[in-house]
């Protein structure tokens, strides 16, 4: 079973930006679709951006033009470019992945801890 750990997060300002990191325990390459969810305190987890194997990419509405989701097959990594961080992207950032049958590939992990202020 793959495992999946989140790491980038930390305290940034407002317009600034982060680059967060889902690196897996063993290969991505055919892992059908991956994605990036994030929880603020109080809320359900919601889904941020996806890629597919083919690199095709999802973004939800709050985060069209702003942030950036790509998968490097050869570090086994999927990366998630944030920039111009607003205080409501102050959430905590896990990563998963899905084959096109079945549910999640790992436990939902401890995620990396964004915080966007001034």
């Known amino acids: 079973q793959v495992q999946f750990e989140e790491s980038g997060g930390g305290l940034v300002q407002p317009g600034g930006s982060l680059r967060l990191s889902c690196a897996a325990s063993?290969?991505?390459?055919?892992?059908?679709?991956m994605y990036w969810y994030r929880q603020a305190p109080g809320n359900e987890r919601e889904l941020v951006a996806s890629?597919?194997?083919?690199?095709?990419?999802n973004y939800a509405d709050s985060v069209k033009g702003r942030f950036t989701i790509s998968r490097d097959n050869a570090k086994n990594t999927m990366y998630l470019q944030m920039n111009s961080l607003k205080p409501e992207d102050t959430a905590d950032y896990y990563c998963?992945?899905?084959?096109?049958?079945?549910?999640?590939?790992?436990?939902w992990g401890q995620g990396t801890q964004v915080t966007v202020s001034s």
């Open positions: 890629i597919t194997k083919g690199g095709v990419t």
């Open positions: 063993g290969s991505i390459a055919n892992i059908w679709r």
């Open positions: 998963n992945g899905r084959q096109p049958t079945g549910g999640w590939l790992d436990n």
